[in-house]
Protein backbone atom coordinates (compact mmCIF):
# COMPACT_ATOMS: atom_id res chain seq x y z
CA UNK A 1 0.00 0.00 0.00
CA UNK A 2 1.14 3.54 -0.82
CA UNK A 3 2.57 5.68 1.97
CA UNK A 4 3.53 9.10 1.64
CA UNK A 5 7.31 10.01 3.01
CA UNK A 6 7.47 13.09 5.32
CA UNK A 7 10.87 15.61 4.94
CA UNK A 8 12.25 16.34 7.07
CA UNK A 9 12.36 13.51 9.68
CA UNK A 10 12.95 16.44 12.59
CA UNK A 11 12.86 20.31 12.74
CA UNK A 12 13.80 22.40 15.30
CA UNK A 13 12.98 25.90 15.14
CA UNK A 14 12.11 29.47 17.22
CA UNK A 15 9.02 30.30 18.23
CA UNK A 16 7.63 33.07 15.78
CA UNK A 17 9.81 30.83 12.93
CA UNK A 18 7.56 29.36 9.90
CA UNK A 19 8.06 25.97 9.74
CA UNK A 20 7.52 24.14 6.59
CA UNK A 21 7.49 19.73 6.20
CA UNK A 22 7.06 17.77 2.81
CA UNK A 23 5.48 15.02 2.14
CA UNK A 24 6.09 12.66 -1.26
CA UNK A 25 3.72 9.57 -2.27
CA UNK A 26 4.11 7.18 -4.67
CA UNK A 27 0.63 6.51 -6.94
CA UNK A 28 -2.11 8.82 -7.94
CA UNK A 29 -4.69 9.70 -4.79
CA UNK A 30 -7.72 10.25 -3.88
CA UNK A 31 -7.19 12.65 -0.91
CA UNK A 32 -4.39 14.13 1.31
CA UNK A 33 -4.37 14.81 4.85
CA UNK A 34 -2.08 16.34 7.36
CA UNK A 35 -2.72 15.43 11.13
CA UNK A 36 -0.72 16.18 14.18
CA UNK A 37 0.25 13.62 17.21
CA UNK A 38 0.87 15.38 20.63
CA UNK A 39 3.35 12.98 22.69
CA UNK A 40 2.19 9.74 21.38
CA UNK A 41 -1.45 10.24 21.63
CA UNK A 42 -4.02 10.37 19.27
CA UNK A 43 -3.84 11.51 16.30
CA UNK A 44 -5.85 15.37 15.27
CA UNK A 45 -6.76 15.70 12.27
CA UNK A 46 -5.35 19.22 10.13
CA UNK A 47 -6.61 19.61 6.63
CA UNK A 48 -7.41 17.63 3.94
CA UNK A 49 -6.90 18.59 0.18
CA UNK A 50 -8.34 16.54 -2.41
CA UNK A 51 -6.49 15.70 -5.53
CA UNK A 52 -8.28 18.24 -7.87
CA UNK A 53 -7.31 20.91 -5.15
CA UNK A 54 -4.49 23.14 -5.14
CA UNK A 55 -4.00 25.15 -1.82
CA UNK A 56 -6.03 25.08 1.81
CA UNK A 57 -5.57 27.50 4.44
CA UNK A 58 -6.74 26.51 7.85
CA UNK A 59 -6.19 29.39 9.81
CA UNK A 60 -2.12 29.66 10.77
CA UNK A 61 -1.66 26.52 8.27
CA UNK A 62 -1.65 26.17 4.53
CA UNK A 63 -1.67 23.53 2.49
CA UNK A 64 -0.49 23.14 -1.03
CA UNK A 65 -0.29 20.09 -3.52
CA UNK A 66 1.28 19.50 -6.38
CA UNK A 67 -0.36 16.21 -8.32
CA UNK A 68 2.19 16.16 -10.87
CA UNK A 69 5.55 16.19 -8.40
CA UNK A 70 3.00 14.12 -6.18
CA UNK A 71 4.18 16.39 -3.27
CA UNK A 72 2.93 18.41 -0.58
CA UNK A 73 3.32 20.93 1.81
CA UNK A 74 2.32 21.93 5.30
CA UNK A 75 3.45 25.47 6.14
CA UNK A 76 2.65 26.90 10.10
CA UNK A 77 3.56 30.41 9.98
CA UNK A 78 4.36 32.27 12.83
CA UNK A 79 4.65 29.11 15.35
CA UNK A 80 4.14 28.81 18.76
CA UNK A 81 5.47 26.31 21.54
CA UNK A 82 1.99 24.75 21.69
CA UNK A 83 2.57 23.66 17.66
CA UNK A 84 5.73 20.96 19.10
CA UNK A 85 4.27 17.86 18.59
CA UNK A 86 4.99 14.80 14.99
CA UNK A 87 2.90 16.03 12.08
CA UNK A 88 2.09 12.93 9.46
CA UNK A 89 0.61 13.10 6.21
CA UNK A 90 -1.94 10.47 4.82
CA UNK A 91 -3.11 9.75 1.59
CA UNK A 92 -5.52 7.41 0.47
CA UNK A 93 -6.04 6.21 -3.35
CA UNK A 94 -7.69 4.06 -5.75
CA UNK A 95 -11.26 2.80 -4.35
CA UNK A 96 -9.70 2.20 -0.65
CA UNK A 97 -10.03 5.82 0.92
CA UNK A 98 -8.33 4.08 3.80
CA UNK A 99 -6.04 6.51 4.25
CA UNK A 100 -1.93 5.19 4.83
CA UNK A 101 0.57 7.11 7.00
CA UNK A 102 4.24 8.42 6.39
CA UNK A 103 6.53 8.44 9.10
CA UNK A 104 6.31 11.70 10.14
CA UNK A 105 8.10 15.25 11.17
CA UNK A 106 9.08 15.92 14.66
CA UNK A 107 8.82 19.09 15.02
CA UNK A 108 10.00 21.42 18.47
CA UNK A 109 9.29 25.31 18.72
CA UNK A 110 11.32 27.14 21.24
CA UNK A 111 10.00 29.54 23.27
CA UNK B 1 -16.67 15.22 13.88
CA UNK B 2 -16.68 12.48 16.38
CA UNK B 3 -15.37 12.28 19.79
CA UNK B 4 -13.24 8.99 20.62
CA UNK B 5 -12.93 7.48 24.05
CA UNK B 6 -10.64 4.38 24.32
CA UNK B 7 -9.62 2.06 27.08
CA UNK B 8 -7.49 2.02 29.15
CA UNK B 9 -5.19 4.60 28.08
CA UNK B 10 -2.37 2.96 29.04
CA UNK B 11 -1.44 -0.45 30.78
CA UNK B 12 1.47 -2.64 31.31
CA UNK B 13 1.37 -6.03 30.68
CA UNK B 14 3.27 -9.67 31.29
CA UNK B 15 4.17 -11.42 28.51
CA UNK B 16 2.05 -14.44 27.75
CA UNK B 17 -0.92 -12.59 28.81
CA UNK B 18 -3.70 -10.64 26.94
CA UNK B 19 -4.98 -7.14 26.82
CA UNK B 20 -8.65 -6.20 25.77
CA UNK B 21 -8.93 -2.44 24.49
CA UNK B 22 -12.08 -0.83 24.25
CA UNK B 23 -13.37 1.94 21.83
CA UNK B 24 -16.05 3.72 22.25
CA UNK B 25 -17.47 6.62 19.37
CA UNK B 26 -20.24 9.37 20.22
CA UNK B 27 -22.07 8.82 17.20
CA UNK B 28 -23.13 5.98 15.04
CA UNK B 29 -20.38 5.12 12.80
CA UNK B 30 -20.31 2.19 10.07
CA UNK B 31 -16.63 1.44 9.83
CA UNK B 32 -14.23 1.38 12.79
CA UNK B 33 -10.69 1.20 12.13
CA UNK B 34 -7.84 -0.28 14.72
CA UNK B 35 -4.10 0.94 14.12
CA UNK B 36 -0.92 0.25 15.84
CA UNK B 37 1.83 2.63 16.23
CA UNK B 38 5.29 1.19 17.13
CA UNK B 39 7.65 3.52 19.20
CA UNK B 40 9.06 6.31 16.56
CA UNK B 41 6.92 4.83 13.87
CA UNK B 42 4.04 5.53 11.40
CA UNK B 43 0.69 4.14 12.13
CA UNK B 44 0.26 0.81 10.54
CA UNK B 45 -3.81 -0.13 9.69
CA UNK B 46 -4.57 -3.27 11.85
CA UNK B 47 -7.81 -4.28 11.07
CA UNK B 48 -11.20 -2.45 9.64
CA UNK B 49 -14.21 -4.02 11.99
CA UNK B 50 -17.94 -3.50 10.49
CA UNK B 51 -20.89 -3.90 12.65
CA UNK B 52 -22.17 -7.42 11.65
CA UNK B 53 -19.57 -8.57 10.06
CA UNK B 54 -16.16 -9.92 10.67
CA UNK B 55 -12.84 -7.71 10.48
CA UNK B 56 -10.71 -7.39 7.38
CA UNK B 57 -7.62 -7.87 8.49
CA UNK B 58 -4.30 -5.99 6.77
CA UNK B 59 -1.32 -8.09 5.48
CA UNK B 60 0.96 -9.09 8.73
CA UNK B 61 -1.91 -9.42 10.77
CA UNK B 62 -4.56 -12.59 11.91
CA UNK B 63 -7.54 -12.77 13.87
CA UNK B 64 -5.89 -15.45 16.49
CA UNK B 65 -3.22 -12.58 17.58
CA UNK B 66 -5.95 -9.64 17.57
CA UNK B 67 -9.54 -10.51 17.69
CA UNK B 68 -12.01 -7.53 16.98
CA UNK B 69 -15.68 -7.78 18.49
CA UNK B 70 -18.24 -4.99 16.59
CA UNK B 71 -21.47 -5.57 18.73
CA UNK B 72 -22.79 -2.23 17.66
CA UNK B 73 -22.87 1.15 15.56
CA UNK B 74 -20.82 3.09 18.14
CA UNK B 75 -18.52 0.40 20.05
CA UNK B 76 -15.73 -1.77 19.34
CA UNK B 77 -13.21 -3.85 21.01
CA UNK B 78 -9.23 -5.11 19.94
CA UNK B 79 -7.61 -8.04 21.92
CA UNK B 80 -3.48 -8.27 21.74
CA UNK B 81 -3.22 -11.97 22.43
CA UNK B 82 -0.16 -13.55 23.67
CA UNK B 83 1.62 -10.42 24.29
CA UNK B 84 5.37 -10.54 23.46
CA UNK B 85 7.47 -7.05 24.08
CA UNK B 86 7.54 -6.24 20.44
CA UNK B 87 3.48 -5.76 21.17
CA UNK B 88 4.96 -2.57 23.04
CA UNK B 89 2.89 0.20 20.79
CA UNK B 90 0.34 2.80 20.87
CA UNK B 91 -3.52 1.33 19.80
CA UNK B 92 -5.56 3.66 18.24
CA UNK B 93 -9.07 3.26 17.05
CA UNK B 94 -10.64 5.43 14.36
CA UNK B 95 -13.36 6.22 12.29
CA UNK B 96 -14.38 8.06 8.98
CA UNK B 97 -16.34 11.08 9.59
CA UNK B 98 -18.47 13.17 7.09
CA UNK B 99 -20.94 11.94 4.82
CA UNK B 100 -18.72 10.13 1.64
CA UNK B 101 -15.91 8.27 1.39
CA UNK B 102 -12.21 9.52 1.85
CA UNK B 103 -13.56 12.18 4.54
CA UNK B 104 -12.12 13.10 7.65
CA UNK B 105 -10.72 10.24 10.05
CA UNK B 106 -11.09 10.94 14.01
CA UNK B 107 -8.86 9.49 16.31
CA UNK B 108 -8.88 8.06 19.72
CA UNK B 109 -6.25 9.31 22.10
CA UNK B 110 -4.63 5.97 21.97
CA UNK B 111 -3.58 3.05 24.18
CA UNK B 112 -0.23 3.20 25.00
CA UNK B 113 1.18 -0.66 25.61
CA UNK B 114 4.23 -1.88 27.36
CA UNK B 115 4.87 -5.53 27.25
CA UNK B 116 7.59 -6.64 29.71
Known amino acids: SQQGEEDPQALSIQEGENATMNCSYK?????LQWYRQNSGRGLVHLIL?????REKHSGRLRVTLDTSKKSSSLLITASRAADTASYFC???????????FGRGTSLIVHP | SAVISQKPSRDICQRGTSLTIQCQVD?????MFWYRQQPGQSLTLIAT?????????ESGFVIDKFPISRPNLTFSTLTVSNMSPEDSSIYLC?????????????FGPGTRLTVL
Open chain 2, 94 to 106: SVEGGGSRGDTQY
Open chain 1, 90 to 100: ATDEGGSYIPT
Open chain 2, 49 to 57: ANQGSEATY
Open chain 1, 27 to 31: TSINN
Open chain 1, 49 to 53: IRSNE
Open chain 2, 27 to 31: SQVTM
